[in-house]
């Protein structure tokens, strides 16, 4: 979904404990093979933990990373994390959805908000004194 998280302006970009080479050969021998071409985007050597202990992931025992996405916004603020161990993969249908969310919100200077399974064309909420006490007469979680 590269291209479609680049439609919206996004930068991916992985993070690893493994050094460049390690993630030569993941590409050339595993994910070509999984996906049919070279990853598109930037994969970054994080070989000594930095980037991982900032974030909270890097398991010093094992000099290891668990796996994790980060949402982190134009201003640099992170707005949202998934964390999984290794049997858990991650749904990237549902961060798509998270990135369109907080663009959402954004993009409106948070006069819409995405309430709980928004996708977008779906009703938005407008946070106000009015919506306080009364956001069932707004939305359903069927909306």
């Not at 993941?26 to 930037?42: A, Q």
């Not at 796996?67 to 549902?94: C, H, K, M, W």
Request: glycine share 8%.
């Amino acid at each position: 979904m590269y291209e479609e998280f680049k439609g919206l302006g996004i930068e991916v970009l992985t993070v690893s404990v493994d050094s460049v080479f390690v993630h030569k050969v993941w590409n050339d021998n595993e994910l070509c093979k999984m996906i049919g071409r070279s990853i598109p985007f930037n994969m970054l050597s994080d070989q000594n933990g930095e980037i991982g202990r900032a974030y909270g992931v890097y398991n010093e025992e094992d000099a290891i990373e668990t796996r994790g996405s980060f949402i982190i916004d134009p201003d640099g603020v992170l707005q949202a994390y998934d964390v999984l161990t290794p049997p858990v993969g991650r749904n990237i249908d549902e961060l798509f959805r998270l990135f369109q969310a907080y663009q959402l919100v954004r993009n409106t200077g948070a006069k819409e908000v995405a309430p709980v399974n928004w996708k977008p064309g779906k009703k938005t909420l407008k946070p106000g004194p009015d919506l306080v006490a009364n956001v069932w007469k707004e939305w359903s979680i069927k909306d």
